[in-house]
């Protein structure tokens, strides 16, 4: 089924809480309908809005042209093997209640990425990571349609480029490939992943949680450091944690020596771009409606009536003034539209 809305306001849409229309919104869950919609309505392919819930974007622009927002939910176990499943999700299914899913069949990997705000479409965009993981390791193939050309394809993990927040999707030349599907493979025998200290801590010494204690452990801990973006708007890290040279870092240790540094790829390392921008002075920071969240330097928010203009203008002091004390340059996570 489709629906068409025309002069649509995107404020409920958007996880900042930010005032936009969309000329078109066009919601589906149903491929032929889109595509015949796109044609019928002559609207300009390379000038779509592709979202899901909205809660990794900024709305910088009064009014966008035509929005694409995929509704289909179904999930399809594909294959049962010894060690694995492989399942295949629509992508307008809403990222936790997948992870939920899983957990609950007792299939492993998604539970450290558990009430990460989202669809499952938009998971693969940015990899999104947490605790630990990240969901490039899991995934198995991305199902899209090019709307510039009706053309329906299927990409490998490999064929995505994942990275560190980070895909093939998220370059520009390829804003008009609908994720229509994701097919991921999870263990059929979970091992439980407590590398990150903060997830460790949750459980006593030796105890062996279950990958339902785990999903709990992730959830408690992120509700009690992140704002819900249905009381406070926000789209969650407003910057990527940078990635610097070895070397690098090892000057700023001299200066720093409480810097906390992550091991990254051979010779690099990452630093919480949290920390650098609470040494700076801005964690809780509050002027007008935007502001620093006091628990989380990382996450920037609306307290009220924000205007894209104030967000931006807090994110550039913001980013003056980490590179001002550290020679590192932040780079924005949520993509401004
Ligand atoms: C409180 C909070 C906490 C967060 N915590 C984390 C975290 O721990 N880790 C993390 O990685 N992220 C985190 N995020 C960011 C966000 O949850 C993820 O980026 C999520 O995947 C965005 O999903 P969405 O459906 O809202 O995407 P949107 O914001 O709607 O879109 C994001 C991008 O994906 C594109 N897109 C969306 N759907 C599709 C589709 N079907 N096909 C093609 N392109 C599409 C959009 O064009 C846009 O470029 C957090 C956000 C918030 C608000």
Redesign the pocket.
Known sequence: MIKIFQNYPLKQS??FGLDSIAHLFIETDDQKELLDALNTNNIDQNNL?????????LLSVPNVGTVIH?VNTDITILEVSRDSVLIKCG?GLD?DEFVEWTVSHGYGGLEN?SL????V???P??????YGTEVAIWVESVSVIDLSTSRQFTLSRDECRFGY?DSL??DPAY?S????EVIFLLDKDPRVNLTYTLLKQEFSTGYQPDIKEVREAVIRI?RSK????AEIG????FFKNPVISACQARLLREQYPEMPTYYHDPGTVKIPAGWLIEQCGWKGFREGHVGVYPKQAL?LVNYGSATAYEVLSLADRIVESVKKSFGIKLEM?I?VI
């Open positions: 958007n996880s809005l592709l979202i899901g819930t909205g809660s990794n974007i995929a992508a990222w990425l990460i705000p989202g669809s479409g938009a998971a965009i940015q990899n999104i990571g947490a927040r999707f998220k804003r490939w609908l994720v229509w992120r992140l704002p819900d973006p926000n789209a969650g890290s996450v996570e993509r």
